[in-house]
């Protein structure tokens, strides 16, 4: 039979061993008249242990009973660890220790370095004589899978009886009162309601006091609209008689940017049905874009055919238009134009750094005090010139813009009209373009002081004259986001049956272009039976490369190819097929000499991996991959003096 187990020992039964000691919080130390707990004596070291092991292990315990005991020393281990970061940094030094000064190396494309490249291939760029201008290359084929088609279709039944009339204001510069004039055509329409001509509202900045019928054909404008939107050029006396003849008396509307159409109809009309007469100031933007088709229709009907310049400034206009296909006779007429934004107060808004050293930060300085009194300099605020420019809200140099275009392919015959303000320090930023594109033009240039001197002091009128000039060059080349460039692409659009020649650059992946210093000039061009492939160190370095708009229609993966095809197939097929490269070359892990050339082929597809520069422990780029889709193996040849050739990105160095 067997003995039941006996927690408890009895009279008779020896325990082996003492029990373990509590822990040093447990309730059975009590705590003594001081309020405190006495923690036991740290048991008596083991004879066997040696006295060196005793005499560390009392240390330990009489070091952990004080921290234990004063507890609050744990509240100066934050101080205690930034007095050793101050120390390591250098920021408080002591007469033994000097300050560490710790530099860092600028991250790629946070640096203006286009003055070292452009001096680099100047020497190239003189004695280029190609012949083949980008004009009649890069866009040869034409995009024929689909059409866009205007939606301007205008009405021809009669209008309902008004609800009354909108009175509004357009702030801003000519292209902000465009989009306020079409705006406000929109709303009108759409709340059947009279619309007042727009009042233009003077600015500080623009200084131009010219009223609607100064700068646009009000007749036509009328005649234009007169099936869709009423439009009169004053309210009627009786109406005005409540308000004492004095337009700040009537109501007036703070409309919110970008406001969808329903809250004019549920929070204006209701006020529109009750006044009569409204005033809506300012009405700059707002209106939202994500409007319905019928709004959208009354939009671009306004801004495509009922918004014509006044008799005088379309004269003007296509007179500089004749002058300019006049002097591109040997291009067949065509021209290029650029619309420049590198005015004084446009560099200084960006808070970018180039290369005028302590005068411009003193001319930069000075800017944004006249024109944003202390928004730039309030305290906390920080501003990193570098991570502007990495960001690509840089406005484009002139510079930028001429290597841009030469890399592109335009040579420097083509001519070129610049649309723009009065460039900063002018001298030394224009030379440079001048050197590369001698044929470049203004409307200084192009027409004299008396065909001028009636639009001298109008910002507008002046800026309306370039608008028609670019609106009908071969090619339009815009660098900085803005409406002048919006409303034109819109216009250029229309005008070619959906399709326009338009460059818009994507400049975050031009400033890391524009930071290699071994750039080269050479525009290789191949064709195969699938794609029209353009390979150029400055502009199209594929995945690297620069976004711009091909025949009206965007880049769908990246820079670099232009397929003659935008199906659903060639996009995947192209896409698969970069992939395809990028995992061989990655899984491979290639160790390439300099100048050296290796081959794969998959099926249809052959990789092309390539090194033209240093290797990579010499600090040069690894490799990049020439991708052909097709059966031949023979990419374009490498050029001397730098990188000839990259396609669908560098690779990260092996």
């Known amino acids: 039979m067997q003995q039941p187990k006996i927690r408890i020992p009895t009279s008779t039964t020896t325990p082996t061993s003492s029990p373990p000691q509590s822990p040093l919080r447990s309730p059975r130390y009590r705590r003594s008249k001081t309020g405190r707990y006495t923690p036991p004596a740290p048991p008596a070291p083991n004879q066997s242990s040696g006295g060196g092991g005793g005499l560390a292990h009392r240390v330990a315990w009489i070091l952990l009973s004080v921290l234990l005991r004063r507890q609050g020393i744990f509240l100066f281990a934050p101080l205690i660890y930034i007095s050793g970061m101050l120390l390591y940094m250098g920021t408080v030094s002591f007469d033994s220790v000097g300050p560490v000064i710790i530099k860092h190396r600028p991250a790629p494309g946070s640096v203006y370095r286009s003055p070292q490249i452009y001096a680099k291939l100047k020497t190239e760029m003189d004695s280029d004589n190609s012949s083949a201008d980008a004009i009649s290359t890069i866009w040869k084929s034409s995009y024929k899978g689909a059409e866009w088609k205007p939606c301007v279709n205008t009405s021809s039944g009669g209008l309902r009886p008004s609800n009354g009339y909108i009175y509004v204001e357009a702030n801003g510069g000519l292209n902000q009162q465009r989009t306020s004039i079409c705006n406000a055509v929109a709303v009108a329409g759409y709340l059947n309601a009279t619309l007042v001509i727009p009042n233009f509202h003077y600015h500080s900045i623009w200084k131009d006091p010219s009223k609607f019928k100064d700068i646009y054909d009000e007749d036509f404008f009328y005649e234009t609209l007169k099936n869709d939107v009423r439009v009169v050029d004053k309210i009627p006396g009786y109406l005005m008689e409540r308000f004492d003849h004095n337009m700040t008396n009537v109501y007036n509307f703070r409309v919110k940017a970008w406001s969808p159409i329903h809250f004019y109809r549920d929070n204006v009309l209701p006020k529109l049905l009750e006044e009569k007469v409204i005033r809506i100031s300012p009405f700059a933007n707002r209106l939202s874009f994500d409007s319905p088709p019928a709004v959208q229709r009354l939009r671009c009907l306004a801004n495509y055919e009922a918004l014509r310049f006044s008799s005088p400034l379309l004269t003007l206009g296509k007179a500089l238009v004749d002058r300019m296909k006049e002097r591109s006779a040997e291009n067949g007429g065509k021209y290029v134009s650029v619309h420049l934004r590198f005015e004084e107060?446009?560099?200084?808004?960006?808070?970018?750094?180039?290369?005028?050293?302590?005068?411009?930060?003193?001319?930069?300085?000075?800017?944004?005090?006249?024109?944003?009194?202390?928004?730039?300099?309030?305290?906390?605020?920080?501003?990193?010139?570098?991570?502007?420019?990495?960001?690509?809200?840089?406005?484009?140099?002139?510079?930028?813009?001429?290597?841009?275009?030469?890399?592109?392919?335009?040579?420097?015959?083509?001519?070129?009209?610049?649309?723009?303000?009065?460039?900063?320090?002018?001298?030394?930023?224009?030379?440079?373009?001048?050197?590369?594109?001698?044929?470049?033009?203004?409307?200084?240039?192009?027409?004299?002081?008396?065909?001028?001197?009636?639009?001298?002091?109008?910002?507008?009128?002046?800026?309306?004259?370039?608008?028609?000039?670019?609106?009908?060059?071969?090619?339009?080349?815009?660098?900085?986001g803005g409406n002048f460039p919006q409303l034109l692409m819109g216009h250029r659009r229309h005008m070619y049956g959906g399709h326009s020649k338009t460059i818009r650059p994507d400049k975050r992946k031009l400033a890391l272009l524009l930071d290699n210093l071994n750039i080269g000039l050479h525009v290789p061009v191949e064709q195969n039976r699938r794609f029209?492939?353009?390979?150029?160190?400055?502009?199209?370095?594929?995945?690297?490369?620069?976004?711009?708009?091909?025949?009206?229609?965007?880049?769908?993966?990246?820079?670099?190819?232009?397929?003659?095809?935008?199906?659903?197939?060639?996009?995947?097929?192209?896409?698969?097929s970069f992939a395809v490269c990028r995992i061989v070359a990655i899984t491979r892990k290639p160790v390439f000499p300099k100048k050296s050339k290796q081959l794969t082929q998959i099926g249809s597809l052959v990789c092309t991996f390539i090194s033209n520069s240093a290797p990579p422990d010499e600090g040069g780029s690894a490799l990049t991959v020439w991708v052909l889709i097709s059966n031949e193996s023979n990419p374009p040849p490498l050029e001397e003096g730098g990188s000839a050739l990259k396609e669908k990105g560098k690779l990260k160095k092996h």
């Open 345 to 480: 107060d446009m560099v200084a808004f960006s808070c970018c750094i180039f290369d005028g050293g302590q005068q411009e930060v003193k001319d930069m300085d000075a800017a944004r005090e006249r024109g944003w009194k202390g928004k730039f300099t309030k305290p906390g605020r920080v501003i990193r010139p570098g991570a502007i420019r990495l960001n690509g809200k840089c406005p484009l140099t002139p510079l930028e813009v001429g290597l841009m275009l030469r890399g592109m392919g335009f040579d420097k015959n083509t001519h070129i009209f610049l649309a723009s303000g009065k460039i900063y320090n002018s001298e030394k930023n224009m030379e440079p373009l001048i050197e590369m594109f001698p044929n470049l033009l203004t409307k200084d240039m192009l027409a004299s002081e008396e065909e001028l001197a009636p639009f001298k002091n109008y910002s507008s009128r002046m800026a309306a004259v370039d608008y028609t000039v670019c609106l009908h060059s071969e090619v339009f080349v815009t660098t900085q």
């Open 532 to 576: 029209k492939i353009i390979f150029s160190d400055v502009m199209f370095a594929i995945d690297g490369g620069i976004h711009f708009d091909f025949e009206g229609f965007d880049n769908l993966v990246g820079g670099g190819i232009r397929p003659d095809s935008f199906g659903l197939r060639e996009r995947l097929h192209r896409f698969i």
